[in-house]
């Protein structure tokens, strides 16, 4: 299918609610025709706790609601996530991750800089996932700031929680869970924790990452999906 580079002036109701103000408010806009929604996860996820204003942060209680009407969308063929995040809070991430891997219309997912900490679930999530050349992914433990009550409850909590991010990985990509728990708990790498930084190649080399590739790679997989379920 050939790709119109024209932007989406098509003010249905269906794009127009996504588009308001959306590049200003939530990095989030329409473009091309077919129209492809592209999606941008940045800096720190934040979750129930507001991150100070010096942090870029993407909000989650933003792209929920945002992800649900594209899906819903009639105009709207395809969703694109350009991902480049720290990581951040756990089950905002998950919450996101969890919709995207739950949308029916062809998605992907390119990681830009890096995808860290949570952004990992995140990278996976969509249908097809690309990593930049230059790009590279943290794998670490979960960890909770402030203060833990050191009883077995709160350990049993951690494990819980991990258990939950490491089987939404494994669920959508390709790495086993040897693979992925020797690289979330390696001692050798990061100076104060436990865990792996991962380039590009090697996040394709293990399964995690399905394609090294760019925004045109990502594209052209979108309209091919798009063509297809046209046909």
């Known amino acids: 299918m050939k790709r119109n580079n024209s932007n989406n002036d098509n003010n249905d109701s269906g794009s127009s609610i996504i588009q308001s ?54 105009e709207i063929k395809a969703m694109l996530v350009l991902l480049n995040t720290a990581g951040g809070d756990v089950e905002a991430g998950l919450g996101i991750a969890e919709l995207i891997a739950g949308m029916k219309k062809p998605t992907a997912s390119i990681v830009l800089g890096g995808g860290h900490s949570i952004g990992v679930p995140l990278a996976v999530a969509a249908k097809k996932s690309y990593i930049a050349p230059s790009a590279a992914m943290t794998i670490h433990p979960v960890r909770l700031n402030g203060l833990v009550i050191a009883v077995p409850q709160s350990f049993h909590y951690f494990e819980r929680m991990q258990e939950r991010v490491v089987k939404f990985v494994l669920d959508h990509s390709r790495i086993s869970r040897e693979r992925y728990n020797e690289y979330m708990l390696r001692t050798s790498e990061l100076a104060n924790d436990v865990g792996s930084v991962i380039n590009a190649e090697e996040a394709v ?26 046909q």
């Open 21 to 74: 103000d959306s590049i200003n408010d939530f990095a989030s806009t329409v473009a091309g025709e077919p129209a492809i929604h592209c999606l941008t996860i940045v800096g720190q996820i934040e979750g129930h706790q507001t991150l100070p204003d010096s942090s870029k942060a993407t909000k989650y209680e933003h792209l929920m609601p945002i992800i649900a009407a594209i899906e819903e969308s009639e």
């Open 205 to 230: 080399e293990c399964g995690l990452i399905d394609s090294l590739g760019t925004l045109s790679d990502a594209l052209d997989y979108l309209h091919a999906e798009i063509e297809k379920n046209e």
